[in-house]
């Protein structure tokens, strides 16, 4: 069968596919302008930096993030904090003790540590002279009675237990604040190794086993994935596409007019990423597999185009520009169509998401440069002795037209039960789509963070032996020139600490009211003592509770790592129980705030705002192309392809008893505009092959046929592309693959099944009545 170019071109790409053939006027220019662009682009590759922070995906113009940046700047202590987690059953002997202060001592004088918190901090009863001895002594006794008698204080230390001490005295934990410009000037990387090296030194001869936590450490973590990370997508997507090319092209030329404008769309899109300041993210760290993905799609539709005009005897620059002027206007809707997803994606409220959204529709544009404008220069230049490709001298090509075999089976099998297959389509649909919407919003910080390191073993254990690692606060602020020793501040400090211990029922809370209640169980907890010890305690240890004006402090207690739908009511008790002493003293400004919290807060509604806007989307495209085919029915029928495969993701999850995590909701809005590709590239042919006299039937199978085997190859290029994702240490971006590679096999089906069936039915049984 002949693919002829259509007498008139269809108005549908505004003309962005003649791109291409202004390229082909001025090759020389063209090309050289090429080599220049992609030598800056990889010059501005080199100054992508990594964005580790934990907080940038709830980063809004919120009042509630405005507070958190607030803590961040005035207690700078209070979410950067290294957590030790020593553990082991020799831990209270006296060779284990003997060791923990050891260690406790080395670290202090660690590059970067500006202070420790252990629970070696304890004191006891103040003498006559107002010093408070420590409970473990620097010299430990060598006498069982007198070392006994120090274990029983430490155990039952209301400072200690439960705290910094588990109950069955096998975990201890330390609590190193980090001085951050240190941290800056030497890397993370340096300062946390450091750390970890001298703990395990001082620690493992004891025989007790060390673990480091807390945000620095997952922060590093995240860093080091999402270099590693680069690496396996940058190797695996483009050897596994570059393969598939080869195999069933069979010509390296061919292969390499396939696999080269998406590397380049990779280096070119990473590229403008490094001049303009992005960094690379959590969602960003798919940039990569997603603009390979997208540059290959088509440009194995254009190289399919291409080959096959040479086999019936085109000659090289006839076959490029019918592939320009054939293929490339649904390039450039498919292309539309995923630059339609990501700029949905600039209306959530996050900023990450926002960014990537904006870095997404970017590489989306030069995606579309790449294969309109460099794939054809690329065909010129690679593709020789053209004519040994005509079907006359190469008359077997079994790996494609085995796949051309393939589609038309299933085509055949389509055609003859349209009906059956429509109504299944139709049942399918509207079953997954009620199980899709079952799904709840969730999110966990452990999600976002390696979890085949040591951060969240290590926070583990400290949610299952402690209180909990993850900071939750409650900051008092007020601005009516009260003293911090003011028997009204101090008051509402009080009930407010009382409130997250009892009303919450948080643990391991801390506020200048811990040290009040010290100093009475002590006997004189006087303003003047209050403010004595306040001036002994260290610097870094009074910043964690007491701003350096003395116009706000914060009381903070800690929450295990528990999925945000069950921090929620906590966090609606806690303003609920604070709720009274607001309206008692007006004057002091109270706000719950801390990650927990804020994640909590806005993940529900984030997450539920990204999948209704998914539908809204497939609306918008639906119009997009029946406006661009000049046919409501088109606009229609794309529906069921459209929603079908995101529907059967949400479906699985269910199955899976998962739920809609920012990966999976931002996979199946990103992937909607990827998988809308192929639905493109069948209704373009299938205009051109319908016209008088031809039968619906045939004019499918042909349709079908023609482009069937290159959407196979996309399609399997595609899910691999972004199944490579498995391999990486972060949870999100396995689920972000796995989605990713679900919604494409069910898109897949769509077009191959139910979008055939739907038509003909249509065209059999409903257009001939109106």
């Known amino acids: 069968m002949q693919l002829e170019t259509p007498p008139r071109p269809f108005p549908m790409s505004l003309g962005l596919n003649k791109l291409g053939l202004i390229g082909l006027r001025i090759p020389w220019l063209t090309a050289a302008l090429i080599l220049l662009i992609t030598a800056i682009a990889a010059t501005g590759l080199m100054r992508l930096k990594v964005d580790d922070s934990l907080s940038e995906l709830f980063r809004t113009n919120t009042p509630e993030f405005k507070t958190y940046e607030e803590i961040d700047r005035r207690f700078p202590s209070s979410e950067y904090d290294v957590l030790v987690v020593v553990e082991g059953e020799k831990l209270l002997t006296h060779e284990g003790l003997a060791a923990f202060a050891n260690a406790a001592a080395d670290l202090q004088l660690a590059d970067g540590v500006d202070g420790i918190v252990s629970m070696l901090s304890a004191r006891g009863k103040p003498d006559s002279t107002g010093y408070a001895p420590p409970v473990v002594p620097d010299d430990l006794p060598q006498d069982k009675a007198a070392f006994d008698a120090i274990i029983s204080a430490l155990k039952n230390n209301d400072i200690v237990k439960g705290k910094f001490l588990s109950n069955d005295g096998q975990l201890a934990l330390m609590v190193l604040a980090l001085d951050r410009g240190v941290v800056a000037e030497k890397s993370a990387k ?160 996050s900023g990450l998401i926002r960014t990537f959204g904006e870095a997404g529709a970017m590489a989306v544009c030069i995606s579309f440069v790449a294969v309109i404008v460099v794939l054809p220069m690329l065909a010129l230049l690679f593709i020789r002795n053209e004519k040994s490709l005509a079907r006359e001298h190469s008359p077997a090509d079994r790996m494609m037209d085995a796949l051309g075999n393939f589609v038309g089976v299933v085509v055949d099998r389509v055609v003859k039960h349209s009906v059956l297959y429509t109504l299944l389509g139709f049942a399918l649909f509207g079953i997954f789509a009620y199980l899709h919407l079952q799904l709840e919003p969730r999110y966990r910080l452990a999600d976002q963070v390696p979890d085949r390191e040591q951060a969240l073993a290590a926070t583990g254990r400290i949610d299952s032996k402690l209180t909990g690692a993850n900071p939750f606060h409650v900051m008092i602020r007020w601005k009516n020139g009260a003293s911090l020793y003011d028997p009204t501040t101090l008051k509402v400090i009080e009930e407010t600490h009382a409130s997250l211990e009892k009303s919450a029922g948080l643990g391991n809370v801390w506020s200048l009211e811990s040290l009040r209640r010290w100093l009475r169980e002590n006997g004189d907890d006087s303003v003047e003592t209050i403010k004595k010890y306040v001036g002994l305690l260290p610097e870094h240890l009074v910043r964690r509770f007491i701003a350096k004006e003395q116009d706000a402090v914060l009381v903070t207690g800690r929450l295990p790592d528990v999925d945000a739908s069950q921090i929620l009511p906590v966090v609606h008790k806690v303003d609920q129980a604070l709720d009274p002493i607001r309206a008692q003293f007006p004057q002091y400004e109270i706000s719950v705030t801390g990650l927990p919290a804020l994640a909590a807060r806005n993940s529900y509604r984030m997450i539920s705002q990204l999948d209704e806007s998914i539908p809204l989307c497939v609306l918008v495209a639906a119009v997009l192309l029946a406006i661009a085919f000049r046919s409501v029915f088109v606009g229609f029928i794309s529906l069921l392809p459209g929603l079908f495969p995101v529907v059967t993701s949400g479906a699985l999850l269910w199955y899976l008893n998962g739920g809609l995590e920012f990966a999976s909701v931002v996979a199946l809005l990103v992937v909607f505009g990827l998988g809308v590709d192929a639905l493109i590239h069948f209704l373009n042919r299938l205009r051109l092959e319908e016209g008088p006299g031809v039968s619906p039937e045939v004019a499918i199978r042909n349709a079908r046929v023609l482009v069937g085997p290159a959407i196979i190859l996309t399609t399997i290029v595609l899910a691999f592309g972004l199944g490579v994702t498995v391999f990486s240490d972060l949870p999100s971006l396995r689920l972000f693959g796995f989605v990713c590679g679900v919604t494409l096999v069910a898109s897949l089906v769509a077009d191959l099944v139910f979008l055939p069936a739907s038509i003909l039915v249509y065209r059999r049984y409903i257009s001939r009545h109106f």
């Not at 798919?286 to 005897?313: C, H, K, N, W, Y």
């Open 190 to 349: 340096t300062v946390i190794g450091a750390i970890e090296q001298v703990a395990k030194e001082d620690l493992n001869p004891a025989g007790l086993s060390v673990k480091l936590a807390g945000a620095p450490v997952m922060q590093l973590e995240i860093r080091n994935s999402v270099e590693r990370d680069q690496i396996v997508y940058n190797g695996l997507g483009l050897l596994f596409g570059a393969t598939i090319a080869a195999i069933f092209f069979r010509r390296v030329s061919l292969m390499l007019v396939a696999a080269l404008p998406p590397v380049i769309a990779v280096i070119w899109s990473l590229g403008l990423l490094g001049w303009l300041g992005f960094k690379l993210n959590l969602f960003l760290n798919v940039m990569t597999p997603l603009i390979m993905v997208m540059g290959f799609a088509d440009s194995m539709q254009m190289v399919s185009a291409i080959r096959i005009r040479l086999r019936e005897g085109d000659t090289k620059l006839e076959a490029v520009k019918f592939a320009i002027n054939v293929v490339g206007p649904a390039c450039v809707l498919a292309h539309g169509a995923a630059l339609l997803s990501f700029l949905a994606l600039l209306f959530s409220e």
